[in-house]
């Protein structure tokens, strides 16, 4: 069985960092992983994607050079996570990690919500003074 466990929001100061995991467990197809926000009033907008088999990726223009990616292995269980710097207020949102299959997402473009399967329950992520 699938399961995503997202952590690490909360509230920030404009222009702070957060690191948001998502701890990843049951895949066993060839998969991408993306983080999506859904701020109020706005649509889910996807901002990241990794190909889990080759490691490429997509980064959304919103977000390029301030957020990055990156895995990590422990105890068998795999770590996505989004390394969030120089944030505004404008990033304030529900974040979410989401899981698709590489058939039906192509891999790491920009990922949209209806080729994702298996979702986090999402973590707040509020920037404001």
């Known amino acids: 069985q699938v399961q995503l466990v997202e952590s690490g929001g909360g509230l920030v100061q404009p222009g702070g960092s957060l690191k948001l995991s998502c701890a990843v467990s049951?895949?066993?197809?060839?998969?991408?992983i993306a983080w999506f926000r859904q701020a109020p009033g706005k649509e889910r907008e996807g901002i990241l994607s990794?190909?889990?088999?080759?490691?490429?990726?997509?980064?959304a223009e919103s977000v390029k050079g301030r957020f990055t990616a990156s895995r990590d292995v422990i105890d068998k269980i795999l770590y996505f996570n989004l390394q969030m710097n120089s944030l505004k207020p404008e990033d304030t949102a529900v974040y979410y990690c989401?899981?698709?299959?590489?058939?039906?997402?192509?891999?790491?473009?920009?990922?949209?919500?209806?080729?994702?399967?298996?979702w986090g329950q999402g973590t707040q992520v509020t920037v404001s003074t």
């Open positions: 990794i190909n889990n088999r080759d490691g490429t990726a997509y980064v």
């Open positions: 989401a899981i698709g299959p590489e058939w039906r997402t192509g891999g790491a473009r920009n990922p949209t919500a209806l080729n994702y399967d298996y």
């Open positions: 049951g895949v066993t197809f060839r998969y991408t």
